[in-house]
Nanobody
């Protein structure tokens, strides 16, 4: 069992930056690919970004490339999502996710979800 706890969400203005954190406990952090999804009001949950288990190779949704950066610190069992140049359309609940691989994560194979953290971007 893996527990995921997100933090760092909040209310910001367009153009601002935020860094989300997801701290894990339970099974070995490095056994899982880690990633982020988001769900805006009235929309389906969508993939944002992910990191592979050991090499930390990144994978982004096309629309997130350039503004969002995912990273992980295996020593702290934490994955981060740095979000820059935020736009009102980035407003959503952001969820941390763990899966056995990035491929599985992007194909409905998430093993564990966090509870989500709200990000609101005002214009």
């Amino acid at each position: 069992q893996v527990q995921l706890v997100e933090s760092g969400g909040g209310l910001v203005q367009a153009g601002d930056s935020l860094r989300l954190s997801c701290t894990t406990s339970g099974q070995t952090f490095s056994n899982y690919a880690m990633g982020w999804f988001r769900q805006a009001p009235g929309k389906e949950r969508e993939f944002v970004a992910a990191l592979t288990r050991s090499l930390g190779l990144t994978n982004y949704a096309d629309s997130m490339k350039g503004r969002f950066t995912i990273s992980r610190d295996n020593a702290k069992n934490t994955v981060y999502l740095q979000m820059d140049s935020l736009k009102p359309e980035d407003t959503a609940i952001y969820y941390c996710a763990a899966a056995r691989s990035v491929h599985l994560m992007r194909n409905s194979g998430v093993d564990y979800w966090g509870q989500g953290t709200q990000v609101t971007v005002s214009s």
